[in-house]
């Protein structure tokens, strides 16, 4: 009930006003029956965006650390992300992360739009990384559609570190379903999912526009990290100059 509130009368409203979100593809989602809606991921934001335009609710899964956040923002983050459909996913790998799919295979056995970003984490600088295999397990295991959309500048919108919007227009590509059926019982074939997997980034690439990095983004961002909290060379500044 919440979502449906929130998304009907309280927060859709106000976000199409000042956003005017622009949408094409939308009958690529189908009227009834579960499929998975594969994103590329470049603001916090993509995760309110998004839905607000499906006339059916998509579950998200999203990093499990939204859930597990201290204090009052903490509390009220978690809350946020339970209320709107959002689903923790563990991204630590083994066992952790095989359950947090299991719970994205729980909405699609209910016919559910399950959404996931193939990515794993927001792109670092607006450029697409290579995608998980969790998403082709998921498609291979449960025979669903795969719905890819790119969104188009909700980085612009919300860049990584800041909390306050700008307020200026974005807008998502639904592409036309893949239908991975014919790898049916090939479902735990660890080369069947990165091909799989591959296909589903080649068709974000290509409806967003992006340019593709063939390297992990959670990778890149821990080496970006690690850059930052280097010490600096000698005879040169923190800001990189001589």
Do not use: C
């Amino acid at each position: 009930m919440f979502y449906w509130v929130m998304k009907r009368i309280f927060l859709g409203p106000v976000i199409k006003l000042l956003f005017r979100p622009w949408v094409k593809g939308l009958d690529n989602i189908p009227e009834e029956g579960a499929a998975i809606i594969a994103s590329n991921h470049l603001s916090f934001s993509d995760s309110i965006f998004m839905p607000l335009m499906v006339r059916r609710p998509v579950v998200f899964l999203a990093k499990s650390e939204y859930f597990t956040g201290t204090g009052v923002k903490g509390r009220l983050t978690a809350l946020f992300f339970r209320l709107t459909n959002q689903l923790p996913m563990d991204r630590s790998g083994g066992a952790a992360s095989a359950a947090s799919l299991s719970a994205g295979m729980e909405v699609l056995m209910h016919g559910g739009l399950l959404g996931i970003y193939p990515e794993g984490t927001r792109s670092p600088d607006g450029r697409l990384y290579r995608g998980k295999v969790g998403v082709a397990r998921l498609a291979l295991q449960a025979a669903v559609p795969v719905i890819p959309v790119a969104m188009i500048g909700t980085d612009k919108v919300q860049p990584i570190g800041k909390r306050l919007p700008n307020i200026r227009r974005i807008g998502m590509i639904f592409g036309e379903p893949m239908d991975f059926s014919g790898f049916g019982d090939q479902a735990e074939d660890r080369l069947v999912q990165r091909q799989v997997t591959d296909q589903i980034m080649f068709e974000l690439m290509r409806l967003s526009g992006q340019e593709y990095v063939d390297e992990y983004a959670a990778a890149v961002k821990l080496r970006l990290a690690a850059e930052a909290a280097a010490p600096g060379e000698p005879g040169v500044g923190a800001s990189g100059g001589v």
